[in-house]
Antibody, heavy 118, light 107 residues
């Protein structure tokens, strides 16, 4: 089955670190463009980061220098290492696959909740 | 950075209505404009890509159009399952931007 399943969310204090995971099945993490997209409570969607099939990674300005996206081809996993977390990082974090032909996100996980609070 | 502004923020409609949601960009876009539907507690699903192409499995009552800085999503004959929030999204130069969303609610 083709799916993406996130895990690793939780409650973390400001300034702390958290690593999100996205387990991918049905396709290789190195064959597709994969992103993290987040949604703060009651707010809209915000793109966070992308890794392209060639390995290049890019970040939104709001997380640049604090978040690191990586992938493990053997485990077929996508990760988001989040450091120096702030209250405004509180959100549901989705991993999403981008179809490189249509340049749209055609597959999403169910999301994992990150809450940054003291 | 390109800003995407959707209007209206909320739209009230009845079953059977035709509704249009607009997405305006702060500068002229290429064709990489997509539309998504999101229901409460669920991940978004893509409806339209490349401005006007309907994703496989999406009902034909959904259509997209536009160019330059103004794009629209039209839903003909709104069905009960269509009451949700809709987002436009643009890709350019290794960056992705979403509109702020339009909630379609029952009148």
């Amino acid at each position: 089955e083709v799916q993406m399943v996130e895990s690793g969310g939780g409650l973390i204090q400001p300034g702390g670190s958290l690593r999100l995971s996205c387990a991918v099945s049905g396709f290789s993490v190195t064959s597709k463009y994969l992103s993290w997209v987040r949604q703060a409570p009651g707010r809209g969607l915000e793109w966070v980061s992308v890794v392209y099939s060639g390995g290049g990674t890019y970040y939104a300005d709001s997380v640049k220098g604090r978040f690191t996206l990586s992938r493990d081809s053997f485990k077929n996993m996508l990760y988001l290492q989040m450091n120096s977390l702030r209250a405004d990082d509180t959100a549901v974090y989705y991993c999403a696959r981008e179809d490189s032909v249509i340049r749209a996100f055609d597959l999403w996980g169910q999301g994992t909740v990150v809450a940054v609070s003291s | 950075d390109i800003q995407m502004t959707q209007s209206p923020s909320t739209l009230s409609a009845s079953v059977g209505d035709r509704v249009t949601i607009t997405c305006r960009a702060s500068q002229s876009l290429g064709t990489w404009l997509a539309w998504y539907q999101q229901k409460p507690g669920k991940a978004p699903t893509v409806l339209i890509y490349k401005t006007s192409s309907v994703q496989r499995g999406v009902p034909s009552r959904f259509s997209g159009s536009g160019s330059g800085t103004e794009f629209t999503l039209t839903i003909n004959n709104v069905q009960p399952d269509d009451f949700a929030t809709y987002y436009c999204q643009h890709y350019q130069s290794y960056s992705y931007t979403f509109g702020q969303g339009t909630k379609l609610e029952i009148k």
